[in-house]
């Protein structure tokens, strides 16, 4: 048993539940107690050095009660999960699952998550990972929040429903028939980071305006196809194509490597990507999937220290997985 595991009974031993963005759109990190249920979040800054070690086993992140992606309630018997990040009783209980499935033919979750879908202004938009387009759904007033926490290069809403139904109904329409997906795997993600990091680097002049030339077009025909077959009152007439690389803060100039062992980390923070986390290391930009993570005891050290030398443990070329 490894040092991290047996902290699991005492009294300040913590699981890393998930990342969120702060209002200022910057990443932060969700632990929880595990003897008393607090929860405490680290904020992260471009730069500092950061240790973060974890233990062997996975403990249940808890459940969602409301439709707040980063908000979980506490497991109550504290379960080590085999697989996934929740027991099957948390499982069952999360009210926030029904809506992730949902294509808008009806609502499956429960009267109280209805009534409050039913009056909740929701956009569906159109995201840029790389090359690929996903069409996804939002409520309004957290569009640009989704959009940072999933990691896209570029976006823009593209119709406004009146509750989540209608959104669903348009988002599930509209990947057919446009053979939009509406999921990114995280090995696109991975790339499209390889492929910022060249462009933001490369000796041309200003690559991105054909880019979102091109992604402009691909987003009016998806909203003029809305207009015409939902009408007016639900398309956005206009739809603007927001760059989104700002937020990520990932200017790095060097190779891209995915860490192949994350159970002790140790690096300068470069960015976060959606969940794709971002370490300087040795002149590399190592990249790991944080949820990974997600209840795994954790013991974490940030200094602003940018000297300190820093090795990698373990680790693959980004080609080796889209050679």
């Known amino acids: 048993m490894t040092e991290l595991q047996e902290s699991s009974n005492s009294a300040s031993a913590k699981i890393f539940v998930d990342f969120d963005l702060s209002p200022s759109y910057t990443p932060l990190l969700i632990f929880r107690n595990l003897r008393d249920d607090s929860v405490s979040t680290i904020n992260l800054e471009y730069g500092k050095t950061l240790v973060w070690k974890t233990g062997e086993s996975r403990y249940c992140v808890g459940y969602h009660v409301k439709d707040e ?5 506490p497991c109550p018997s504290k379960s080590i999960v085999e697989k996934g990040i929740q027991c099957s ?3 069952n209980k999360d009210l ?4 992730m499935i949902c294509n808008g033919s009806e609502c499956i979750n429960i009267k109280s998550m209805w009534n409050v ?8 938009y159109i995201t840029f990972f790389g090359d690929m387009m996903k069409v996804g759904v939002s409520k309004k007033d957290r569009l640009l929040k989704r959009w940072i926490e999933q990691g896209a290069d570029y976006a823009s809403e593209i119709a406004v429903a009146p509750n989540g139904l209608i959104a669903r109904e348009i988002e599930s329409a509209v990947s057919k028939e446009f053979e939009v997906t509406k999921g990114v795997r995280i090995q696109k993600k991975l790339k499209s980071i390889s492929i910022q990091n060249e462009r933001l680097f490369e000796d041309t002049t200003n690559p991105e305006q054909s880019i979102k030339k091109e992604y402009n077009n691909r987003v ?3 909203a003029e196809w809305i207009m015409h077959k939902y009408g007016e009152t639900l398309a956005v007439k206009e739809p603007i194509i927001r760059d989104l690389q700002q937020f990520y803060g990932l200017a790095f100039k060097g190779s891209v490597s995915r860490l192949n062992s994350i159970d002790d980390l140790h690096g300068h923070f470069a960015g976060m990507k959606g969940a794709l986390f971002c370490l300087e290391m040795q002149n ?3 990249v790991f999937d944080i ?3 997600r209840g795994k005891i954790s013991e974490i050290e940030i200094a602003s220290d940018h000297n300190n030398a820093v090795s990698i443990t373990s680790q693959r070329s980004i080609t080796d997985f889209f050679g």
């Open 69 to 73: 992606y980063h908000h979980y309630e």
């Open 89 to 91: 009783r948390c499982k």
């Open 96 to 99: 926030l699952f029904p809506c």
């Open 117 to 124: 879908c039913e009056v909740t202004p929701t956009s569906v």
């Open 220 to 222: 009016k025909t998806i």
């Open 284 to 286: 590399r930009l190592c």
């Open 291 to 293: 949820r990974e993570l």
